[in-house]
């Protein structure tokens, strides 16, 4: 559950149904507007589930990141001996939390010629604000698809209609 301001409120016009995030904009009618319990009807998320659904974070993104955390500061070679994982598996993963604004990459100067990345964890409250405005775009996404949810749509998926995909993972949605 968010605390504090950044807690979001779901309101409903007793008189039409309408749902709506704020008090004033639920006011479709002249019906009386209530704040909306939405506890027990979703299962609360829990960390992990929240970076792999809403931020693409795999697992071995996680374990990146957290090995990350611990170090301050490390290279793709340094985290992929530290975990036994692949180079270029954590490459590709430190490049993805780069991305999305968790960590921060710059080049160290190499003694012998060249470059070597080498990537550090952002400041918490840095993360969080990224998180946050990352969850609130997500969301917004998220309430266009629950907008354009048809009966058509659900019967779709009732049947395992899926667009022409082998194995029933997505359905076509216009």
Not at 89 to 112: A, C, F, P, Y
Not at 119 to 145: C, F, H, I, M
């Amino acid at each position: 559950m968010a605390h504090g301001s950044d807690r979001i409120e779901v309101y409903e016009c007793r008189e039409c149904g309408n749902i709506s995030l704020d008090s004033v904009s639920s006011t479709c009618c002249d019906g009386r507007v209530v704040a909306v319990d939405g506890d027990g009807v979703v299962e609360s998320p829990e960390l992990p589930d929240l970076l792999r659904n809403v931020f693409g974070i795999s697992e071995t993104g996680l374990h990146v990141c957290l090995c990350l955390m611990e170090e301050n500061e490390a290279t793709a070679a340094e985290i992929a001996e530290r975990l036994d994982i692949d180079r270029s598996t954590v490459g590709r993963q430190l490049n993805h939390l780069t991305d999305i604004g968790l960590l921060d990459k710059r080049q160290r100067l190499l003694e012998s010629g060249g470059y070597v990345n080498v990537y550090s964890p952002v400041p918490v409250e840095t993360v969080q604000k990224r998180l946050r405005v990352g969850l609130y775009a997500w969301v917004n996404d998220a309430l266009d698809l629950v907008e354009n949810v048809n009966r058509e749509k659900i019967r779709a998926m009732a049947r395992g209609d899926d667009g022409g995909s082998d194995d029933g993972a997505s359905i076509y949605w216009e």
